[in-house]
């Protein structure tokens, strides 16, 4: 596609529900980053694909995230028994080589759990 | 771990007015990348500098990496509403792929 697409673009979820936020990266691109960003901060990483290869998840907050990337494009971050502190956006970027390459973001989810 | 401090936070200016924002780290880095935020918006890259002492120019933006690449600076000249955001820098771990962002300078512009 022509851009780094994510959905949905808006998500409130009840205390306690799952959640299943989806980026589609640019075609072709090898990496693939999620971040967290609460309202005035900047974005925290959470955890890096390079193809269907998670080589970092030292960001995810907890054990109820979840990210899988599991044919090396589509990726789909996952978040159990959701709380009130994981309300934020969450940004996708994709780069097209492993470092030094500029990271292209999607327009984010922003989730609210009530 | 390897952590980027931005300043200042936050800067309110008159229009026509230059803005710096500075980033700066206690380890030497590898590469430093800067992108600007809209208000409601996602970040969008600006630039990339790698070499030690290297200055970019995109129009009224300055980039400047420091000789010892442990600092970098973005500066704006004779500001324009246009360019309300805030600014990032970004800075790639010096092991694995991990891209970690400063926590940003809000930029404000009265006209």
């Known amino acids: 596609g022509a851009g780094v697409s994510q959905s949905p673009r808006y998500k409130v979820a009840k205390r306690g529900q799952d959640v299943a936020l989806r980026c589609d990266p640019i075609?072709?691109?090898?990496?693939l980053f999620w971040y967290q960003q609460a309202l005035g901060q900047g974005p925290e990483f959470l955890t890096y694909?390079?193809?269907?290869?998670?080589?970092?998840k030292s960001g995810l907050p907890s054990d109820r995230f979840f990210a899988e990337r599991p044919e090396g494009s589509v990726s789909t971050l996952k978040i159990q028994r959701t709380q009130q502190e994981d309300s934020a956006v969450y940004l996708c970027?994709?780069?097209?080589?492993?470092?030094?390459?500029?990271?292209?973001f999607g327009q984010g989810t922003r989730l609210t759990v009530v | 771990g390897q952590q980027v401090m931005q300043i200042p936070q936050y800067q309110h200016v008159q229009e026509g007015e230059d803005f710096t924002t500075y980033c700066n780290s206690s380890?030497?880095?590898?590469?430093i990348q800067w992108y600007k935020q809209r208000p409601g918006g996602h970040p969008v890259f600006l630039i990339q500098?790698?070499?030690?002492?290297e200055v970019k120019k995109q129009k009224r933006l300055t980039f400047q990496f420091g000789e010892a690449k442990k600092n970098s600076s973005l500066h704006i000249t004779a500001t324009q509403t246009t360019d309300v955001g805030t600014y990032f820098c970004?800075?790639?771990?010096?092991?694995?792929?991990?891209?970690?962002f400063g926590a940003g300078t809000i930029l404000r512009v009265k006209s």
């Open positions: 970027a994709s780069s097209s080589r492993d470092r030094y390459t500029e990271a292209f």
């Open positions: 075609s072709g691109h090898v990496s």
């Open positions: 694909f390079q193809n269907e290869a998670q080589l970092d």
């Open positions: 380890t030497t880095l590898s590469n």
């Open positions: 500098l790698v070499k030690s002492g």
């Open positions: 970004a800075v790639y771990m010096e092991y694995g792929n991990k891209l970690v």
